[in-house]
Nanobody
Framework: QVQLVESGGGLVQAGGSLRLSCAASGRMFSDYIMGWFRQAPGKEREFVSAISRRGLITYADSVKGRFIISRDNAKNTLYLEMNSLKPEDTAVYYC?????????????????WGQGTQVTVSS
């Protein structure tokens, strides 16, 4: 079992930056594939980025070059640095953990979820 708590969301102007954190507790954080997803009002939850135990990374095309995912296994924490934010990045952002080996990009492949943190980007 893994418990996940996101933080760092807020209101930012277009072009600005935010850094999200996801603190994990429970089973060994380093065992899991970790991912970020987001869900805007009226839309399905969508993949943002994922990172493997050893640091392999993948991004959605919509955030590639602007967002950076990282993890600190010693601190049991996942991060998402978001730069050059756009109004279309507005959503609730969730971190998730998958007890698998390979990177996963579908929400149904993740086993544990945080409660989400709101990110709002004004134009």
């Amino acid at each position: 079992q893994v418990q996940l708590v996101e933080s760092g969301g807020g209101l930012v102007q277009a072009g600005g930056s935010l850094r999200l954190s996801c603190a994990a507790s429970g089973r060994m954080f380093s065992d899991y594939i970790m991912g970020w997803f987001r869900q805007a009002p009226g839309k399905e939850r969508e993949f943002v980025s994922a990172i493997s135990r050893r640091g392999l990374i993948t991004y959605a095309d919509s955030v590639k070059g602007r967002f950076i995912i990282s993890r600190d296994n010693a601190k049991n924490t996942l991060y998402l640095e978001m730069n050059s934010l756009k109004p279309e990045d507005t959503a609730v952002y969730y971190c998730a953990a998958a007890n698998t080996v390979a990177l996963r990009v579908e929400a149904r492949q993740y086993d544990y979820w945080g409660q989400g943190t709101q990110v709002t980007v004004s134009s």
